[in-house]
């Protein structure tokens, strides 16, 4: 099925953000199945509680435990996980300490509460040490995970999120603390790590992905790929593009074109289809435009269809399928 | 059966010129998940009703830049702004202000502490990191700025916009968990025996605290927590006025004078956040208009179905005859799918929530960022019920 060499060769952690509404967590999945080759292991991850892997796979919700949740169209497994920053942070303290039963005092006096939401830069701390440790694990010499895909948190606070170890190591000089916080910062900023963005042709969606674009290389991230979702084809010629943009449509012979096509419409229903053309045009030049502005950008592109019944597990293959043949994976 | 029978027709229409023409409606906040066009809908219901006579303050979180500068909110001051080109002739006005998080966080603090203290808050590493970059910080100072806009009594009408949270529910929880965080003994532990006042307190926890000290020492390393306790110890004194407002803010969006609009567009996931939005809210007692659901795709050719449509282009495309009415049929046939899609949807939130006023918002072929492009979407808002 792989028609040429990945992008992306030499990536273990593929971050996938885009702003809300926008598919991320759909391309994500999509990412994990299209990287699952044969014989190689994904992890797809998800850091924000909403269970949407779970939703995706259709089945139950995740606990904080890696479980296989499908196997990808190359033959390899794909792993889910969906990461709890309270179990992250006890997982971390009795890794590292070996805390014991202090540990469960720290719960019972609220220091764990304090730590995932009152001090919620530290929910992020915990969060990406996770995605960390997956990405570093090893068994027997060799990496568990061929490649990680972690369903990010969407642009608007991405770069805040990956670089919230660079804060750490800001106000922990020395330490365990700062220096788990420079591993990570580490793997973030190497060529093992992707961070790609997913947009549709809107305008504002668009703007995010620049301005993410421009705030993740400002903090030495390394930007990846731009994952263009919910791509229609045109319907029309150019030319009959353009005359429906002004509204210039031969009515008559639209009306003709539909007697001929055995759909015999009132009046007014043809004055509703060329309505419909004429916003259909609009949004095709609108959608030229923002990729303009994409291709501006200077990134790889990758374009999936829109798929307008919503997404099943089979419009999830459908889309790995595209990623694979386009070069993402 | 009659799809009249079938439907759910008892549905209410959510009439949001009745939530912004009733003079006791003082606070709307449209709350929903990521990219369903909250800011939109905040800024739209903003201007209908500063031009139907209400003193409107606006306070919006992170807009587009293009709405954002056709309200003239290119500077980002944290000061409401009087925007241009609203129809005052009714004798409405409307203000929009940009939160800014940090900076409403450092007014509080100077607002609440003495200048000494207030610069040795302000100069914490802990401090700035908590104020400028970490996330949910934002959703405090929301509520902080809401309470101090209702506080001035310089509008009628405050529309607030919520931040975009990892969760639209981190909203309303944030405030609680700044109490519960205040109430709970971590604070104590941490300050461990520089703070002369828990002494008594800190002989009933007893042994377990030298421990926990020894525990946070080891994990956090003994500088973070020389800072961290020289924070509290700074931000303590203004602990309890922090608290109140948490708590008075919470009462004010618990009050009849505040209107919850919840906003989602007709996918999935949109409807399920705002469906939890709308329990929680009930468990809450917070006063809900209803549910905004943008972008709603629809046709005036209803009567020619997906299925007519695709097999009236495939005719065509057999004899290459007409290519644009082949074309304009599939376009159709998309379109109605989608139609059938987003209703089903809908369908299904109204069951699960059948006593929840709704009102449709037409999807506009560009994005809006004009105030005339406001107008239009206000006039949808207001639309459902007519």
Redesign the interface.
Known sequence: MVSRESDWEGVRLHVVTG????GKTTVAAALALALAGEGRRTLLVEV???Q?IAQLFDCPPLPYEERKVAVGPGGGDVYALAVDAEDALMEY?EMF?R?GR?GR??RR???I??AT?????T??VLLTGKVYEAVRRKHGGQPVYDAVVLDA??T??IT??LGVNA?VA?????????SQADSIMGLMRSPMTAVHVVTLL????V?ETADAVGELTAAGLPVGGIVVNGV?AP???QT?LAAAVKGR??RD??A???D????G??A??V???????A??A??VA?EKSERRTLKALHRPMYELPLL???IDLGGLYVMAEQLCRQGMA | MSASRMGPVSTPVLDLDEVIANRSTRVIVCCGAGGVGKTTTAAALGLRAAEQGRQVVVLTIDPARRLAQSMGLDALDNTPRRVAGVDTSRGGSLDAMMLDMKRTFDEVVLAHSSPERAKVILENPFYQSLSSSFAGTQEYMAMEKLGQLRAQDRWDLIVVDTPPSRSALDFLDAPKRLGSFLDGRFIRIIMGGAKTGGRAYLKVIGAGLGAMTAVLTKVLGAQVLKDLQAFIAALDTMFGGFRERADSTYRLLQASGTSFVVVATPERDALREASYFVERLGEEQMPLAGLVLNRVHTTGAAALSAARATAGAETLSDSGEHPVAAGILRMHAERMRLIEKEQSLRGRFTAAHPRVPVVDVPAQPGDVHDLDGLRIIGAALADGAR
């Open positions: 702003k809300g509404g926008t924000e509680g909403r949407g303290l300490y805390l202090a005092g720290l006096i609220g220091a509460d304090f939401t009152i001090a919620p830069g929910r992020d948190p969407p608007g606070r805040r999120f804060e800001g106000l922990a000089k020395v330490g365990p603390i700062r809107e305008e504002m969606p703007q229609r319907m029309l010629k009959d449509l031969d012979l639209v003709k074109g539909l001929a096509a055995g759909v419409v009132p007014t229903a004055d509703a289809l060329l309505a419909g053309a916003e259909h609009e949004r609108l307008v019944e919503g």
